[in-house]
């Protein structure tokens, strides 16, 4: 199971976000995924493999951690990063996601 | 590039068979690249997956779903299924079909809304 914290996150453009994501079982890094979803748009995918950021992501974005407690590091939020945030794992021949962090306007 | 779009009745009666389809294109579905996976996102909630097909033959589904769940390839149209049996209010939810690995999924179709109801 993936719990994800805050499930809202009140920020600014420009300020930094990290939004966190937890699971009650150690996670293989190389199965941890972070996406994004605009409303009315289907997920996007962030980053694979918990810090390797996919094509066409800019550098703002950012992943890390291992064990049960992977980050999600937005440094610089623009108008099209409020979304919401998924992380998702593999294991046990199975897929899950956490519940989302809602990024929205202060 | 590889694009996906899902097709299939938008609305269906409790108890009957949820049948969706994904049109794959920029890739074969038996070319081995990718999973073929459903997901689905219940109204205003999170993300649940439901299962995949790969190497055209093997499945894996979501133990909560397993019983009810079968996907498919047709080759021939270079489309994969999703049937999903017994279907109630629970099941209404936007269904989504994705490429993927064990490590991500991508590319996404644009997901295609479902209602249970009689």
């Known amino acids: 199971v993936l719990t994800q914290s805050p499930g809202t996150l009140s920020l600014s453009p420009g300020d930094r976000a990290t939004l966190s994501c937890r699971a009650t079982?150690?996670?293989?890094?190389?199965?941890l995924a972070w996406y994004q979803q605009r409303p009315g748009q289907p997920p996007r995918l962030l980053i694979y493999r918990t810090s390797s950021r996919a094509t066409g992501i800019p550098e703002r974005f950012s992943g890390s951690g291992s064990g049960t407690d992977f980050t999600l590091t937005i440094s610089g939020l623009e108008p099209e990063d409020f979304a919401v945030y998924y992380c998702?794992?593999?294991?046990?021949?199975?897929?899950?996601f956490g519940p989302g962090t809602k990024v929205d306007v202060k | 590039q590889v694009r996906l779009q899902e097709s299939g009745p938008g609305l269906v009666k409790p108890s009957e068979t949820l049948s969706l389809t994904c049109t794959v294109s920029?890739?074969?579905?038996?070319?081995?690249?990718?999973?073929w996976n459903w997901i689905r996102q219940r109204p205003g909630k999170g993300l649940e997956w439901i299962g995949y097909i790969y190497y055209s033959v093997n499945t894996i589904y979501n133990p909560s779903l397993r019983s009810r769940v079968t996907i498919s390839v047709d080759t021939s149209k270079n489309q994969f299924s999703l049937h999903l049996t017994s279907v109630t209010a629970a099941d209404t939810a936007i269904y989504y079909c994705?490429?993927?690995?064990?490590?991500?999924?991508?590319?996404w179709g644009q997901g295609t809304l479902v209602t249970v109801s009689s």
């Open positions: 994705t490429g993927g690995t064990v490590n991500w999924f991508d590319p």
């Open positions: 998702q794992q593999y294991g046990d021949s199975q897929f899950t």
């Open positions: 920029g890739d074969s579905v038996d070319s081995g690249n990718h999973n």
């Open positions: 079982q150690s996670v293989n890094t190389n199965y």
